[in-house]
């Protein structure tokens, strides 16, 4: 019998009379999912508004969700077990499942000190008698959450929802409902109050249903998503990434594993995993050093140990090569040269993963450096100082591998850059509190003045 994700309102488990099956990228039967019409997201958002004003909890009880969801047997599944359907049904690596765990404790446990820590320091949450003072007060009480399904660590984002006393509802991806669900579980039984975390796997109506019934809603997404909510002020957009590494110098063993590890990392399906490489050195002979390090990455089934590429079903993988091939522009994949075999590894069992394509451009003007696909694909174009940071656009993470700091601080003064590092650290790196894409608790939370006679 397959395995059921059930609909979670406001702490309360329940069935709906609309199911969908959920496969695997190899097409076998993984799970039944309870699907929430779109009437039943409005209804939910209700439910948990008539309860009692929310509060944010112990941080103590974050902790041991943590430990919960990493260590315990939840909703029948063991963490193994949970790491193997959210692979097969996502077809991530199961590494990737597996280095989830540690990441999403290690959230729930270091939540109070993030919260903390985007507090302004004006800002208090009392006032004196006889004082006007700022305070730390929340934008709404329910945030929607519309869900992707690329990688488990994206789900770390709304645990600081819970923690500052929102009512969550999340709209979990179509591929992996199994992590919001086990988040969920892990909380519930942790002791955070019932009636501030829902479940309902849906749709795009559902989640257009969530958007508008909600005070805030955090949604992730492409392009497509981007165009959908952009223009709605009470959502945070979570889109592309675009990410990037500026290099200026020589080529070094250094900075080739800081490119691969910034492509490679997780399958190259992060927002943070580099799509394109600016480099005032020789373009091709970049490209060639990064493609034979990706070209390393082994081709094999979600669930095996050894799986190190996304996979889809055999037809999607060979569209979604298709779709690179119709936009290379004169860009030429240099990867090919480097595996045996086509770009689109055939795994025998109806599914495929995606090796790397790595594609030289001649200008630095080419239209892939804004282009992200969900596997380890990197445009490497050319660079000159005189450049600047016009090049490079939109950039969620930029690692600038350069002697030149100034560099680095240019990056940093450039709006439509949200993170920089300097050094060879891939663009996935991150610190227990740094923003990701600024800070969550400034669009969550702000501050307000609050005075109270003596």
Known sequence: MAYRVSIVRTGKVASSAETAELRAVDDSLLATVDIAPPLLAGLTVREARRTARPTAPDPELLRLAGKLFANDTLDGLSPEGYCEMQARAAGVPIRVARRSIVEMETTFANMGARVAAERPAGAGQSVRPGQIEPVWVRRGDVLAVVAPSNNPGTHTQWIQAVANGYQVVVRPGAKDPFTPARMIAAMLAAGIPPTALSLLPGGHATGDALVEAADLSLVFGGDTAMARYGGNRSVIMRGPGRSKLLHSGPITESVLDTIAASVG????????????????????????????????????????????????????????????????????????????????????????????????????????????????????????????????????????????????????????????????????SQGPVSPHDGMLGHALMEARAFGVAR
């Open 265 to 428: 990392y997780d399958g190259g399906m992060r927002c943070t995993n580099a799509s394109a490489v600016f480099t005032d050195a020789d373009p091709g002979e970049l490209a060639g050093a990064v493609a034979e390090r990706l070209a390393r990455l082994n081709p094999a089934p979600p669930q095996s140990p050894d799986a190190e590429l996304p996979v889809l079903p055999a037809e999607t993988a060979r569209a979604l090569r298709a779709q690179l091939e119709s936009r290379l522009a004169g860009a030429v994949d240099v990867a090919v040269g480097h595996y045996s075999g086509g770009p689109v590894a055939d795994l025998g069992d109806g599914s495929a993963a995606m090796r790397p394509a790595v594609l030289l451009c001649a200008t630095p003007d080419h239209p892939g450096s804004a282009i992200e696909l969900p596997f380890p694909c990197v445009w490497i174009l050319p660079w000159r100082r005189e450049l600047g940071m016009a090049p490079l656009g939109d950039t969620l993470a930029l690692t600038v591998l350069s002697e030149d700091r100034t560099l680095a601080e240019e990056a940093l003064r450039t709006p439509a850059i949200r993170k920089v590092l300097f050094g060879p650290l891939p663009t996935w």
